[in-house]
């Protein structure tokens, strides 16, 4: 019997039928389902019934070890907020979209049914994403000093640029004098990363990608590094302090604030479906070869 944890945030009414759908299909299946105990509460207020049957969990008392599958219900942004659920526990995550875009949550609500009789016989692959980590001398993110998708330095206010200078193992890369910066990992490079003019990558590619924010110097461009290599940054600002974000979790920081931002030990388990590629996923969130000639 598959055991499913099940998290999310708020969503439009327009999926209100849809989602009733899906906790309908679940019950029929008669697994262990458990849901976070605020988004229960959420789903309870827009009308929506949930079986007897399931259960439920907090942040604080979330063991991975008893699931198989952790599934996240809503954008991107959920998705990442998964993650500090998982961390290295290596249970997978498969994302059901009801944002915009949705790279990790590629999984339409019109496709949950055959998403979820994949699930349940198990006939699903793993892909493996790098994670990165940063450290600062004051861990000003505690244990989820890591993120799936980027780091970000950003300005914290609209008056002027900041100066970040970065260092690649050691050895100095370059100053962006920008009004920010962003070391992106594979999977982030169809992020943050991508709307400032960023490669996309594979995400078995083993590389950072370095992205300033509106760089006031027009020859700067992103570059790619191993992630083996430990990317050092320290920052100068008119400002007292900056904003440092991981993922969708940010706090300011000092300007004299040095960040070493490094591969993490762990990695971050998707799910991926049968007839699901990333190369899919990008050519159809990208509307790439919608051309008559095609």
Request: contains cysteine; neutral net charge; hydrophobic residues 35%.
């Amino acid at each position: 019997m598959k055991q499913l944890a099940i998290y999310g945030r708020s969503f439009g009414n327009e999926y209100n039928e849809r989602i009733q759908e899906f906790f309908k299909l679940l019950e029929e299946r008669k697994g262990k389902v458990d849901i976070y105990a605020p988004f229960a509460k959420t789903l309870k207020q827009k009308g929506i019934q949930l079986s007897e049957q399931f259960g439920s969990f907090e942040r604080d008392s979330f063991q991975p070890k008893e699931y198989d599958v952790m599934l996240s219900i809503g954008g991107d942004g959920t998705m990442l907020d998964t993650t500090t659920f998982v961390r290295d526990s290596k249970l997978p995550i498969l994302g059901l979209n009801t944002g915009r875009l949705g790279f990790l949550s590629s999984i339409n609500l019109d496709q949950m049914e055959p998403a979820l009789e994949q699930i349940f016989k198990g006939a699903y692959m793993i892909d493996t994403r790098s994670v990165l980590k940063a450290e600062t001398e004051d861990e000003l993110f505690g244990r989820d000093n890591f993120a799936l998708n980027e780091l970000t330095i950003h300005k914290k206010d609209t008056q002027s640029m900041i100066v970040v200078h970065v260092y690649v193992d050691g050895k100095f890369l370059n100053t962006y004098w920008a009004d920010g910066l962003i070391i992106a990992t594979p999977t982030g490079s169809t992020a943050y990363s991508l709307s400032c003019g960023g490669p996309i990558i594979l995400p078995s590619s083993s590389n950072f990608i370095i992205t300033p924010v509106a760089t006031h110097n027009l020859t700067v461009r992103p570059v790619l590094v191993s992630d083996q290599s430990v990317i050092t940054l320290k920052m100068e600002a008119r400002s007292e302090n900056l904003l440092m974000s991981l993922d969708s979790r940010s706090t300011s920081i000092e300007k004299d604030c040095v960040v070493n931002v490094m591969k993490n030990d762990f990695e971050i388990n998707l799910v991926r479906l049968k007839n699901h590629s990333f190369l899919k996923t990008l050519r159809h969130k990208l509307h790439w070869g919608y051309d008559r000639r095609n």
